[in-house]
Every structure is written in C-alpha cells, then in structure tokens.
C-alpha cells in the first residue's frame, strides 16, 4: 500500500503540481487525428458531414495512479464559410484527481485559393476538477500531514481558447491554445502555499502529404507543446498511407518516447488505430509503455457523397 501512494503521489505531483508548478495537459500520441480537442480553428469537415472522433490513452502501464486520458469530438459545417463543433477530455491520474472539460467550438473559415483555406476558431466551456483524497497517506499506517491534503476538492472553472488553421489537401499548419484562463486548484490553506495551476498551454501543429506513387504516402507530422513552467515537449511522426487503407508510422516524443502507429479504414465511414509508446526517460523503469486507442467515424447524414468520389481527408 504505501509503494500504491508513493506512485499516485508522484504522479499527482508531476501533473498538477505543487508550489505553483505548472500542470500539463494530456498528451496524445495520435494527436494528427485529435486536433478539435486543442484546436478550436480545425475544420476539413464536408458539409452535410458531421466528424465523430474518440480516443482512449493509458499512459505508463504497470505504474500506480497513472494518468488515462478520454476525448471526443463531434464537428460540422452549417454553411461553406462556419464550422461548429463539441469537444470532451476527461483526464483521470490514480482515482485521486478527476478532470472533465467540455468545450463548445466554433471556426470561421476563409477560403484563399481553390486549393487552401484559414480558419480562425474558438472555444468556450467548463472545466470540472475533483480530487478523492479519502484514501491517501503519504506514509504507510499514518495520515497525512499535508494540510493540501485535508479535504477533497470539487470545483468548476470557466474556460474559452483560440486557434488558427491553415490547409490545403496536401498540408496543415495549426496554432492554438485551448485553455486561456489560468486557475489554482488548490489554494493557500493555514498559511501554506501549495497550489496546482492551470496554466495556458500553446499547441503549435504541422503535417505534409508526399505521395510517392498512386498507392504509397508519407505523412511527416509534428506537434510542439509549451506551458510555463515545463519543459517544451515536442511530438515527430511519419507514417506511411497504403492504398487509402491502412497506415502504419513511427513517431518520437522529445526526452519522453519512442511510438509505433497503426490504423485501419474499415469502411468508407470508419477508421480505427492504435498507438504504443515505449517510454525513454527514467519512468520507463516503473512501466511496461503507454497505449491509445482511436476512432473516427464520418456520418453522411445527407447522403451527399453518394453517386461521386470524395477526395480522401489525410488529416
């Protein structure tokens, strides 16, 4: 029990932190096909189409209290020039903290040339964060001396973020930040400074389409991460796209892991794919890796498509 807290401990302390450390967000391994949870700009969607996505990570398997991490999104255009959407993330690190953010997005997209458009878009919501505490100890057999501590937390927090995106149907490049309004989790108690900050976070995003013949793709992406407070992280992939159907990748997360991405075009509507990260830095004693799991699924509610060749979304 006391090796249990010692790991939720860690955790907890390395994701919301104490003595005003920056808390991260989520990372995501599949972050290409996850860009309406961090950027509120991302519309590629067709209209009559509405874009369901949903991803599941369990990150550092085999260690106590790790983070697993859910998303989902839902996004549409309603005319040539608007695109609406919802977001979800709920964030979960050792049934201690609970984080649930729900967002409602909007894009307004500008169509430079027949082959790129802008987008600009924002987001507003609520963030939800819980903590248990009920049956934490810091040392084994003893309750905790730390006032931080002594009492659960259940509070609920106003959000809103910004983004652009600029595509064409060969490349993206996206800025965003998702989470503009700073919020301390845990506050001054008995005259003891420990606080957990929410702290904005500034997701900058790319990724290029080669084709290297009629049935072969390379798709280079990156993803660079910076908050106050933490190191900049920052995500490289490149996988390959095999007839449409299937895509298989390697990607690199800088100090942190070495990823392996597959993913699956079941039917026209449905892609599925899995992500597996071997971790590289000193918590790769502690786990046996990280997985994600992913879904998109493409609702043709008006039957458009129907009778002619849509152009294949890369992104």
């Not at 860690?10 to 950027?39: E, K, R």
């Not at 969607?45 to 839902?74: D, H, K, M």
């Not at 690199?252 to 899995?274: Q, W």
């Amino acid at each position: 029990m006391k090796k249990t807290y010692k790991y939720i401990l860690t955790v907890v302390t390395l994701c919301f932190g104490l003595i005003t450390t920056a808390q991260q967000d989520p990372q995501f391994t599949q972050y290409m096909y996850n860009h309406s949870v961090i950027n509120p700009a991302y519309a590629t969607a067709t209209e009559g189409v509405i874009n369901f996505g949903a991803l599941y990570r369990t990150q550092w398997v085999g260690l106590e209290g790790a983070p697993q991490t859910g998303t989902f999104f839902a996004h549409t255009p309603i005319n040539e020039k608007m695109e609406v959407g919802i977001s979800f993330v709920n964030d979960n690190i050792g049934d201690v903290v609970n984080e649930n953010n729900i967002f409602a997005d909007y894009a307004y997209v500008l169509k430079l040339s027949e082959k790129s458009k802008l987008s600009f878009g924002i987001k507003a919501g609520l963030t939800f964060f819980n903590t248990d505490f009920s049956n934490f100890s810091l040392q084994s057999g003893n309750a905790s001396t730390d006032v931080a501590f002594n009492e659960n937390i259940s509070k609920t927090f106003p959000n809103a973020g910004i983004g652009t995106f600029y595509f064409t149907d060969k490349y993206y490049v996206g800025l965003s930040a998702p989470n503009l309004l700073t919020s301390k989790h845990i506050e001054t108690e008995n005259g003891i400074v420990s606080t957990g900050v929410q702290d904005i976070h500034m997701f900058l995003t790319g990724g290029y389409v080669f084709n290297l013949n009629p049935k072969l793709k390379l798709k280079p992406a990156f993803m660079a991460k910076a908050v106050r407070g933490a190191p900049l992280a920052l995500d490289l992939t490149a996988n390959v796209l095999i007839n449409n159907r299937i895509e298989a990748g390697i990607g690199y997360r800088l100090d942190d892991a070495i990823s392996g991405l597959v993913n699956f075009k079941v039917t026209p509507e449905l892609r599925i794919g899995y992500a597996y990260d071997y971790t590289t830095s000193n918590l790769g004693n502690f786990n046996s890796g990280s997985h994600e799991i992913m879904i998109l699924y493409n609702l043709d509610f008006l039957n458009i498509s129907k009778g002619f060749d849509r152009s294949p979304r890369f992104f």
